[in-house]
C-alpha cells in the first residue's frame, strides 16, 4: 500500500519541493501537490508583464509538465485536520473532499490583505498574480486610451497620474516599468505630452530599496528622479479614494491609478490552522518541521524558518524559498531513513531591482553594480532561472524584440458575449435534491418550484414567480436541508454562494430579512414535525376547511370599477381571473393606490395593475403542511388551487381556519364568509 506526501502550495517552494521528492523518494511513497492554479508563476517578472516588455505566458509554466511523478490537483485546501492526519479540498462542485496524508509539506505563500489601508480593496489595484499583472496593464492602456479623447484638462490631468505605494523591489520595479510603457506607448497617443504623464512613488522608509546598500538606494533614486518618477519619502498612506492617496499628515497624493505593492498577510488556511505563527508565519524548527508534529514541515513565504548562517528569519524572496525546496526534500528523506535532518542554512548570494530605461541596481556577495551592466546582469540571472530551455527562448527573444520594436499597447479585454447567469428547468427535474452542497441563490422568474423532503410524499413548500430560494443553507454554511423541483416549466435568476454572502455582508436590511426568513422556516419545520404526530393534522387536508367563496375582478375591469368594488365588498383585495377562471394575479388596494400615484386614468384596465405573484396552496395539503407554510412567511390568507391544474382557484383558507379545526378535535369549523374576511389582504400579504 503506498504512502502519501501531500504538498499544499503551487508557488516556487511548494512546486521545486515536490519536484525534489519525486525524484528522491522510494517507489511506495505518492507525492500529492494542491494548488489553485495549474501553472507556477514567476512572480519577479510580473512587474515585466505590466510594461508589456514580455508575454503573460512566459512568466508561467504549467505544473504538471514540470512535474512528472507528482500527482497535481487543482483545487483549493479549506482545512487542516492535523488530528486525524488529513486535508480537506473543496471540489468543483462545492462539495469537500479529504486526503490521508502520512508526510505534509505547507507551502501555500500568502495573500493580500486588501483591508491593509482604508478604501484600498476599493481603489488600489494589487500586483500579486498574473492576473493582477494582466489587469493592471489592460488599466494603464485604458487610461491611456481615455485621455486621449478626454477634453477636460483636469479630468484629463487625473487619468495620466499613477501612484504605486511600496518602495520595496516590487513597487520600484513596477514604477519603472510603469513609466517606460507610458513614456514609448505616447508615440502612439499624438494628443498626449510628456509632461502630462506622472508617477509618484509613496514609501514609508526614509530610502527606497531598503534591503539593499544604502549607496545602491540612493543611486535607484536619483536615476528614476531624473526620469521623472516623484518620490514621497516618510510618508504612510492613510487612506485610498477616486482623488488618490491621502498620507497620515493630511497630505494628499493626486492620482487616477493607485497600485498597491504592500499588504501580504497569513493565508486563511495556516490562519485557521492553530499552529504557532510567528509575525503571520508558520513558525518552524531549524529543519522546518512543524512542532509539535514530526510528519508536518512548512517552507516558503508561509513559514517563518530561521536561518542558521546568520540566526535570522528567512526573508520572503524567490532564492530562499528554492533553497528551502532543496533542503526540505533532503531532510525527508532524512527522516524517513531515521537519520537526523540538517537545519536550514543559507548565504544570500545578492539581489538586484530593475529600475527602468535598461537601468539596474545590484549587490551580489557584498560587491555593487548599477547602470546598464546591472540592468544586463539582472536580465541574465533571471533568465538562467527560468524552467525550461523553451522558456529561457521565448523571454530572451521578447526581451530582444523590445530592443528594436515599441511595446504593444493591446488592451487584451476578456470580454465575452454577455451571458446572464439563469436557469431552465422542465418539469419533473431537480434544481438540487436534499444533501447537495449550497452553491447557488435561486430567485424565480417564472412558473413554481415545490420543496420536497425526504419520506413526505406531497410538497412542503411550493414558490412561484417573485420568490426566492436556497439562501438557508448558503448562511449556515451547510447542505440542503430540502430538495426542490420544478413543478412546471420553470426559469429562475442564479447567484453564485460567494456573490450572495457579499451582498448580504454589505446589505444589512437584506441580511436582516434574510436571517429572519431562515429562522422561521427551521422553527416552523420544527413545529410541523411535532404537528406531524396530531392525527387531526395530517388527515385533514386543506380542501376539508377552506372557504369556497372569494370576491373577484375581471382583468378587462377598469380601475374605478374596481375601487367601486372594494368599496362595496368592504375587501382590500380581489383575485383576478381570465376567460376560463383561471388565476392571473391579484388587485390589492395597495396596487390601486400606486396607479393612482402613477395618474393612471379611471380607465386603465386592471390587467394593468395587478399583482401577477400569488402565493397559493394545493387543496390536498394535509394541515400540517399548511401550517409550515404560513410559519414560513407571515402569510394572512392564502389562495386554494386544483391539485391538477394550479392556476384553477377553489376557496381562499387562513391560519386561524386551521386553528380552529385543530381546537375543534376534528369537527369542521363553521365557514366563514367573505364578508368575514374584511381587511385581511388575501394571497402573499405579509405583515
Known amino acids: 500500500m503506498s504512502k502519501h506526501l501531500v504538498v499544499i502550495g503551487g508557488g516556487f517552494a511548494g512546486v521545486y519541493c515536490a519536484s525534489s521528492l519525486e525524484r528522491s523518494l522510494p517507489r511506495d511513497w505518492q507525492v500529492i501537490l494542491f494548488s489553485e492554479e495549474n501553472f507556477l508563476t514567476f512572480t519577479p517578472l510580473l512587474a515585466e508583464v505590466v510594461g508589456a516588455s514580455i508575454s503573460p505566458l512566459h512568466v508561467v509554466r504549467p505544473i504538471r509538465q514540470m512535474l512528472q511523478k507528482t500527482t497535481c490537483r487543482t483545487a483549493t485546501v479549506t482545512r487542516l485536520d492535523l488530528a486525524e492526519k488529513q486535508v480537506e479540498y473543496q471540489l468543483p462542485n462545492g462539495t469537500l473532499a479529504r486526503q490521508a496524508y502520512d508526510q505534509l509539506v505547507l507551502a501555500p505563500g500568502q495573500v493580500v490583505n486588501v483591508n491593509l489601508i482604508p478604501g484600498m480593496a476599493s481603489h488600489a489595484l494589487p500586483l500579486k498574480t498574473l492576473g493582477d499583472a494582466l489587469n493592471l496593464r489592460n488599466w494603464i492602456i485604458g487610461q491611456l486610451e481615455k485621455a486621449e479623447v478626454e477634453t477636460d484638462p483636469a479630468r484629463r490631468k487625473h487619468l495620466l497620474s499613477f501612484a504605486v505605494i511600496g518602495g520595496g523591489f516590487s513597487g520600484v520595479e513596477l514604477a519603472g516599468e510603469l513609466l517606460d510603457l507610458l513614456l514609448t506607448s505616447r508615440r502612439f497617443y499624438p494628443s498626449i505630452r510628456k509632461d502630462e504623464l506622472s508617477v509618484t512613488l509613496i514609501h514609508s522608509h526614509e530610502r527606497i530599496l531598503p534591503e539593499l546598500p544604502e549607496k545602491l538606494g540612493l543611486c535607484a533614486r536619483r536615476k528614476m528622479e531624473a526620469r521623472g518618477i516623484k518620490f514621497v519619502l516618510k510618508a504612510r498612506a492613510h487612506a485610498v479614494s477616486e482623488v488618490g492617496v491621502r498620507l497620515k499628515d493630511g497630505t494628499e497624493v493626486q492620482a487616477g491609478t493607485v497600485v498597491c505593492t504592500i499588504g501580504n498577510t497569513t493565508a486563511p488556511l495556516i490562519a485557521n490552522s492553530g499552529l504557532a505563527l510567528e509575525q503571520g508565519r508558520i513558525k518552524t524548527a531549524p529543519d522546518m518541521s512543524v512542532p509539535p508534529y514530526a510528519n508536518v514541515w512548512a517552507l516558503g513565504d508561509a513559514a517563518a524558518v530561521p536561518n542558521a548562517f546568520d540566526n535570522q528569519i528567512s526573508p520572503t524572496l524567490a532564492q530562499f524559498a528554492l533553497r528551502q525546496a532543496r ?54 540571472i533571471y533568465l538562467s532561472k527560468m524552467p525550461t530551455l523553451a522558456r529561457k527562448l521565448q523571454i530572451a527573444f521578447d526581451w530582444a524584440w523590445q530592443l528594436f520594436f515599441p511595446r504593444d499597447v493591446v488592451m487584451l479585454s476578456s470580454r465575452q458575449t454577455r451571458l446572464i447567469p439563469r436557469a431552465h428547468y422542465e418539469p419533473g427535474e431537480w434544481i438540487y435534491r436534499e444533501g447537495d452542497p449550497s452553491s447557488k441563490f435561486y430567485i424565480i422568474e417564472k412558473g413554481r418550484a415545490a420543496f420536497y423532503r425526504q419520506g413526505i410524499e406531497e410538497p412542503v413548500l411550493l414558490l412561484g414567480p417573485g420568490e426566492f430560494f436556497g439562501e438557508g443553507a448558503i448562511i449556515r454554511g451547510q447542505r440542503r436541508s430540502f430538495g426542490v423541483r420544478a413543478e412546471e416549466p420553470l426559469d429562475v435568476l442564479t447567484i453564485g454562494s460567494g456573490q450572495f454572502r457579499d451582498l448580504l455582508e454589505h446589505l444589512a436590511a437584506m441580511r436582516t430579512m434574510m436571517l429572519d426568513r431562515v429562522e422561521r422556516m427551521e422553527s416552523g419545520w420544527k413545529f410541523r414535525q411535532e404537528l406531524a404526530q396530531e392525527k387531526r393534522l395530517t388527515s385533514q387536508k386543506v380542501e376539508d376547511i377552506m372557504t369556497s367563496s372569494y370576491p373577484t375582478l375581471n382583468p378587462a375591469a377598469s380601475l374605478s370599477e374596481a375601487i367601486a368594488s372594494m368599496e362595496n365588498s368592504g375587501l382590500s383585495a380581489h383575485l383576478v381571473l381570465d376567460e376560463a377562471g383561471l388565476l392571473m394575479g391579484i388587485c390589492t388596494m395597495t396596487d390601486v393606490q400606486n396607479a393612482l400615484v402613477r395618474l393612471c386614468p379611471p380607465s386603465t384596465p386592471v390587467r394593468e395593475i395587478l399583482r401577477r405573484e400569488v402565493s397559493t396552496i394545493r387543496a390536498s395539503t394535509s394541515l400540517a403542511d399548511a401550517i409550515y407554510r404560513f410559519l414560513e412567511l407571515p402569510y394572512k390568507q392564502l389562495v386554494v388551487v386544483d391539485v391538477d391544474q394550479p392556476r384553477r382557484p377553489l376557496g381562499l383558507v387562513t391560519l386561524l381556519d386551521i386553528l380552529h379545526a385543530y381546537l375543534q378535535e376534528g369537527t369542521r369549523p363553521p365557514q366563514s364568509s367573505a364578508e368575514d374576511r374584511a381587511g385581511t389582504t388575501i394571497a402573499a400579504s405579509r405583515t
Open 327 to 380: 533542503q526540505l526534500s533532503r531532510n525527508i528523506k532524512r527522516s524517513l531513513d531515521g537519520r537526523p535532518t540538517v537545519p536550514f542554512r543559507f548565504r544570500m548570494q545578492g539581489s538586484f531591482a530593475a529600475i527602468g530605461h535598461q537601468n539596474a541596481v545590484g549587490d551580489v556577495f557584498g560587491v555593487c553594480f548599477s547602470g546598464f551592466f546591472a540592468w544586463f546582469l539582472w536580465r541574465a
